[in-house]
């Protein structure tokens, strides 16, 4: 019965949110219940790819990445697909519109990954647009339902929510990536001498992000800004922990937020919200 295997399909997605990220787990959970299974169906999609691209070393990524993009293609076109992520993912596609062009920029970036390279400012603009600032956009249609003035303006902001996720992900993956994946994604660094001035000028952009991503939260619908906001809140503390933490460190340890401090700025979030304080 199909129902069935479309339970199964959104179920997968949601058990891969919630072991791969605890913030965005429960940043969906103060979504309205409505919105709650194709962000897990969106999440789980992306999380899958990111997983090709940055842990299958072991395996032919290159065709694997591949084998995607054209499972993606057929299950969108099918309206089915045997790949429960996939068959989860082509049910938000079509119910909430979302254009081709937004995936193909995601998988775009994904395709970028493997490949070891230093990043110049506009492949750093193309790869943020496509792995973080892209999928930020397809959530909003959920969000929006369908509301084409809504989305249209709220646009800029759920792109510079992306970008500021996606730059403080660098941030924090420093080591990883320059060491483990050979990667640098910020344009003009030199990571073999990652400096305080270095560190300062990426913050300003990301700091800036942030405040325009903001003003777009306040602006989201009743129905979905309490959970996006707590995403929010998760990525400002882990933004400001970075901030104060010296170069040579960020270098060489991951910067975490314990879960405790993750449940606490979970209800002061709540708080914050209800008292409309954002």
Known sequence: MKALFDQISTTTSKNITRAYSTSFSLGILFLEKRFRTPIYSIYGFVRIADEIVDTFHDYPKEDLIARFREDTIIAIEQKISLNPILNAFQQVVHDYNIEWELIDKFLISMEMDLDDQVYSRDKYEDYIFGS?????????????????????????????????????????????????????????????????????????????????????????????????????????????????TQPEEVMETRIRIPNATKMSLMFQSLLRHQMNLL
């Open 132 to 244: 973080a600032e892209a999928v930020g956009l397809m959530c909003l249609r959920v969000f929006a339902e369908g509301n084409t003035e809504q989305y249209d303006n709220l646009v800029p902001a759920a792109r510079k929510l992306g970008a500021a996720f996606q730059k403080v992900n660098f941030l924090r993956d420093l080591r990883a990536d320059f060491e483990g994946l050979e990667r640098s994604y910020f344009p003009g660094i030199d990571l073999n001498h990652f400096t305080q001035k270095d560190k300062e000028l990426i913050q300003a952009e990301i700091a800036e992000d942030f405040r325009l991503a903001l003003e777009g939260i306040r602006s989201l619908p009743k129905s979905s800004r309490r959970g996006v906001y707590l995403a929010y809140v998760y990525y400002q503390r882990l933004f400001k922990k970075i901030c104060k």
